[in-house]
T-cell receptor, first 110, second 113 residues
Framework: EAQVTQNPRYLITVTGKKLTVTCSQNMNHEYMSWYRQDPGLGLRQIYYSMNVEVTDKGDVPEGYKVSRKEKRNFPLILESPSPNQTSLYFC?????????FGPGTRLTVT | SQQGEEDPQALSIQEGENATMNCSYKTSINNLQWYRQNSGRGLVHLILIRSNEREKHSGRLRVTLDTSKKSSSLLITASRAADTASYFCATDGSGGSNYKLTFGKGTLLTVNP
């Protein structure tokens, strides 16, 4: 089944404790991206990747890192999470004209 | 900054009625897409309209694009309770980047049985 998977789906952590949210797709897509969704703000793009080893900043990259070492995986790294990074995170892949979204990761930073 | 802005923020209608949502954007685009999100879940692609197109249809969906006004509308005809969801427009090609995809804040549609 063609899909985008994210792990974990839910995470509660404390300020400053490094964490990684994984994203994997099985559709051989070149383009992948990360978004955060906050009430009243819609979806905002954090980082995107056009292909392996090619990444660029979206609209809200501060406090996040990404890597694209393999085509199927695009992990999101929070080196030192802060409470303002509490949010619902989505990974997506696909051509620019049709994105496939993962199920989301709900992150709470206390 | 947000490229797409949906209007209205929330819309409540009766089953069988038509629902119209609008999206405005600020800079030139390559494509405009509409997505649907059921509460807290991942977005699902509905329809794409390219900058050189004016209207597209897909089932009960009709999308229009007016590049002179930098706006698009999504019409859902004969709505059903199952259409209850948030709807987002997304644009690419804004700000000179062909790889950035920018979403609006969404319209929450409630279809009452």
């Amino acid at each position: 089944e063609a899909q985008v998977t994210q792990n974990p789906r839910y995470l509660i952590t404390v300020t400053g404790k490094k964490l990684t949210v994984t994203c994997s797709q099985n559709m051989n897509h070149e383009y992948m991206s990360w978004y955060r969704q906050d009430p009243g703000l819609g979806l905002r793009q954090i980082y995107y990747s056009m292909n392996v080893e090619v990444t660029d900043k979206g609209d809200v990259p501060e406090g996040y890192k990404v890597s694209r070492k393999e085509k199927r995986n695009f992990p999101l790294i929070l080196e030192s999470p802060s409470p303002n990074q509490t949010s619902l995170y989505f990974c997506a892949s696909g051509p620019m004209w049709e994105q496939y979204f993962g199920p989301g990761t709900r992150l709470t930073v206390t | 900054s947000q490229q797409g802005e949906e209007d209205p923020q929330a819309l409540s209608i009766q089953e069988g009625e038509n629902a119209t949502m609008n999206c405005s954007y600020k800079t030139s685009i390559n494509n405009l897409q509409w997505y649907r999100q059921n509460s807290g879940r991942g977005l699902v692609h509905l329809i794409l309209i390219r900058s050189n197109e004016r209207e597209k249809h897909s089932g009960r969906l009709r999308v229009t694009l007016d590049t002179s006004k930098k706006s698009s509308s999504l019409l859902i005809t004969a709505s059903r309770a199952a259409d209850t969801a948030s709807y987002f427009c997304a644009t690419d090609g804004s700000g000179g980047s062909n790889y950035k995809l920018t979403f609006g804040k969404g319209t929450l549609l409630t279809v009452n049985p």
